[in-house]
């Protein structure tokens, strides 16, 4: 028999407050890339629906719903938008320090559990966001799966003693 998910244990995304949480963490992450001197030249020319798309996207990843997948793109046209950027480390670390930053200052959960999968998640999705800027096509097939993304290891959520 095919085990049932637990119902018991929330998804990130309902840890971290549901969708306007996400949507509000990236309108203002991505305010504060166009204030930034490191970041600024490569979200110079975005999309003004970026902050939305990227935020639905993370969701829908947190096991949230597929809005993104449904409506807006798939992880295909996600990786395709990387291509030829030429993101360099310096960049991804910037990126990755304002957008944990921003997690604090809007008030994402910042128990150690939700954290450490938070961070995990993002240091593997800019990881691979850099590499796939220097690729010139998509090696995934135009219809590869969304990734998921759990608690991991720490098996969360934080429970207090
Ligand atoms: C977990 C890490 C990341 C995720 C989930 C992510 C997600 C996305 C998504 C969903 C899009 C498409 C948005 C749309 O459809 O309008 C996108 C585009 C883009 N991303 Fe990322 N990204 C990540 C990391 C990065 C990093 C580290 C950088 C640069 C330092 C970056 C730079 C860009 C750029 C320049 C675009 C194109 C923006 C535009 O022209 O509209 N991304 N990303």
Same mark, same amino acid.
Request: glycine share 8%; hydrophobic share 35%.
């Given at each position: %028999?095919?085990? +049932?998910? &637990?119902?018991?244990? $929330?998804?990130?995304?309902?840890?971290?407050?549901? %969708?306007?949480?996400?949507?509000?963490?990236?309108?203002?992450?991505?305010?504060? *890339?166009? +204030?930034?001197?490191?970041? @600024?030249?490569?979200?110079?020319? %975005?999309?003004?629906?970026?902050?939305?798309?990227?935020?639905?996207?993370?969701?829908? *990843?947190?096991?949230?719903?597929? +809005?993104?997948?449904?409506?807006?793109? !798939?992880? #295909? @046209?996600?990786?395709?938008?990387?291509?030829?950027?030429?993101?360099?480390?310096? +960049?991804?670390?910037?990126?990755?320090?304002?957008?944990?930053?921003?997690?604090?200052?809007? =008030?994402?959960?910042?128990?150690?559990?939700?954290? !450490?999968?938070?961070?995990? #998640?993002?240091?593997?999705?800019?990881?691979?966001? *850099?590499? &796939?800027? &220097?690729?010139? !096509?998509?090696?995934?097939?135009?219809?590869? $799966? %969304?990734?998921?993304?759990?608690?991991?290891?720490?098996? =969360?959520?934080?429970? $207090?003693?």
């Amino acid at each position: %028999m095919e085990a +049932q998910p &637990n119902r018991t244990i $929330p998804t990130l995304y309902e840890w971290a407050g549901g %969708m306007e949480k996400f949507e509000a963490w990236t309108e203002l992450f991505y305010q504060r *890339v166009h +204030q930034d001197s490191i970041l @600024e030249p490569v979200f110079r020319s %975005m999309a003004p629906e970026h902050a939305r798309h990227v935020a639905h996207f993370i969701a829908e *990843v947190f096991r949230g719903p597929d +809005q993104y997948s449904r409506e807006e793109g !798939s992880h #295909y @046209e996600m990786i395709h938008k990387h291509l030829g950027k030429h993101l360099t480390e310096t +960049q991804r670390k910037r990126w990755i320090e304002l957008i944990l930053d921003t997690a604090d200052t809007i =008030g994402l959960p910042d128990d150690p559990e939700f954290r !450490s999968a938070l961070v995990g #998640y993002l240091e593997w999705g800019s990881r691979l966001a *850099v590499i &796939n800027s &220097n690729e010139e !096509s998509v090696s995934e097939p135009v219809d590869a $799966p %969304m990734p998921t993304w759990g608690w991991g290891e720490t098996g =969360g959520p934080y429970i $207090p003693s």
